[in-house]
């Protein structure tokens, strides 16, 4: 593995790529904005306002949102902008109470919303074949939380959908994807975190078209038709958790009390028990964990050096979620030991080795580390 010398994420990471100079293209990414013409881009995202108003007599927008800070920065500033939005959430089988209230405080203030609840028992199905097939509990909600807006925004002919932050742009991808403002097929195709399948590859067993329908994503002569676009308001934005916390918190988000419960933040991955899994996979696959991301931005924007960021990480450890994880067990319906045996067959063997009988990772960023 390589670390990138500025920030602390390795090459491992899906998307991140480190170039001769030691640096990863998500730092890149970072120091590019200072090039950015800002000004330019709210400019931009006038004409896109403009345009949406001018298209329906109805909604403006819809804005995908679950209840966290991000959400609430993505509302405030179409709201801002004179938009009236739709907010469409989908509602995980797992929601935690804080992320209720904080989903009611988003739409107190002033929007009206549709909370999307997928059948329990497809959900439940989908979720374990994901799992055992891909090594992965969020593919239902990846695939989900993207196809649900789109699919609205379609039957009641909404031209806007605005997304949060690029994550390809934030936490490296390809340059025509990180850098641009649209989501589309070839965004979703390469950062859907949807192991490369669509809704339609987990037809069968249980599972028929008709109950897989909440999951798949519009067709492009749909979305043409329709004059549907979907944008990143971090094209338009520069985007930042701790600015996306401020306004948050001043419009009603509450963060969570105590420590995370995975990463850094305490306002982060807090309305769903099970997101914690998701994260915490990557221990196993990628050899990182979702602290190693939130320290990676907090790095590059200057609040956290690399050296203390190392230090964090040397105290927090791999941070499993043991709770979770037996919470989303008996949810299911299976043993802990199962669980624990499938993401053992996801372990990547080309990083980690087996030394008298304990899992290492060979030249892991802290070579102190306790395994």
Not at 28 to 57: G, M
């Amino acid at each position: 593995m390589r670390y990138c010398t500025r920030c602390i994420m390795p090459d491992t990471r899906p998307g991140l790529v480190i170039g001769d100079d030691g640096v990863c293209n998500a730092c890149r990414n970072y120091e590019s904005r200072a090039d950015i013409d800002w000004a330019a881009r709210v400019a931009a995202f006038e004409q896109v306002a403009v345009h949406a108003r001018s298209s329906t007599r109805e909604y403006d927008c819809i804005i995908p949102v679950s209840g966290g800070k991000d959400s609430f920065w993505q509302v405030v500033t179409c709201l801002e902008y004179g938009l009236k939005p739709l907010c469409v959430t989908w509602l995980p089988p797992s929601r935690t109470e804080i992320g209720r209230r904080n989903l009611e405080n988003l739409i107190a203030l002033g929007v009206d919303h549709i909370g999307y609840r997928i059948n329990p028992e497809v959900e439940k199905r989908f979720v374990l074949k994901a799992y055992e097939r891909l090594g992965s509990t969020a593919i239902p909600m990846h695939q989900a939380i993207f196809s649900i807006p789109l699919r609205l925004a379609v039957r009641l002919g909404i031209p806007l959908v605005v997304w949060g932050e690029n994550s390809a742009f934030e936490y490296g991808g390809r340059d025509d994807i990180a850098k641009g403002f649209r989501l589309d097929r070839a965004w979703l195709a390469a950062h859907g975190v949807t192991g490369g399948t669509t809704a339609m590859d987990w037809v069968g067993e249980g599972l028929d078209e008709k109950a897989m329908s909440p999951y798949l994503l519009p067709s492009e002569k749909e979305l043409t038709h329709a004059n549907v676009h979907a944008v990143f308001l971090g094209y338009y934005f520069p985007w930042d958790p701790r600015k996306s916390l401020a306004v948050a918190s001043a419009h009603g988000f509450q963060a969570a009390e105590g420590c995370p419960r995975t990463g850094l933040y305490d306002f982060a991955d807090i309305d769903d028990d099970f997101i914690s899994i998701h994260h915490w996979l990557k221990w196993y696959k990628f050899g990182f964990t979702r602290l190693f991301d939130n320290l990676s931005l907090e790095i590059r924007s200057g609040r956290v050096t690399r050296d203390e960021a190392v230090a964090i990480v040397r105290q927090a450890g791999e941070q499993r979620p043991s709770k979770d994880i037996a919470s989303f067990c008996a949810y299911h319906g299976v043993a802990v030991q199962w669980f624990m045996d499938v993401a053992e067959r996801f372990r990547n063997r080309a990083i980690w080795s087996r030394e008298d009988g304990v899992w290492r990772i060979q030249g892991f960023l802290l070579p102190d580390w306790s395994w």
